[in-house]
C-alpha cells in the first residue's frame, strides 16, 4: 500500500468513520442495511454484533497480519507508515469502547488481544485495523 495522504483535519465526526467503512469495505449487497443499522440504537447494538466475525467485508481490502507480526509495536508502527493521524475512531462490540475517540497507541494497549472485536479507524474509508474474535484474526483494511 501506498502511503496514505491525510487532510489537514486529522479529527473527523465519529458518524464519518462508520459510514465510509460501509461504504469502501461492505460489500454492496449489504451496504444499505449496515448504513440503517447505525441510525437507531437498537440498530447501533445489531451492528455491535456483526463485528466478531464480519462476513460481509470485500475480502480484497483485509490483508492479514502476519501471526509473528501480531504485536501492538508493529501494528502501530504499519499504521504509522501509512500516515495516520495520532488518533482513531472506534468501532467495538463491547459499548464501553464503541463510538470512541482515542490515540492509536492507547488504543492498541487498551484492546489488543482483549477478546473484544474491535474496528481501528484511521483515516475515514481508507485506513483501519481489525481485530475478531478468533485468535491471530488481526487484518489491515485499506485500498491496495
Known sequence: MQTLKRSQEEKWPPI???TLFISAFIIKEKKERYLNLLSSKKGRAKFRL????LQDIN???LHKIAPNEQNIA???NQLRSYNSPPN????AEHSKY?????QIEDAL????ASGISYIISCIPG?????EGENINERYMIYYN
Open 74 to 76: 508493529h501494528i502501530l
Open 16 to 18: 464519518m468513520h462508520e
Open 126 to 130: 481508507k485506513l483501519l485495523y481489525y
Open 88 to 91: 482513531c475512531h472506534i468501532m
Open 98 to 102: 464503541d463510538q470512541k475517540t482515542m
Open 109 to 112: 494497549q487498551t484492546l489488543f
Open 59 to 61: 475480502k480484497t481490502y
Open 50 to 53: 456483526k463485528l466478531p466475525h
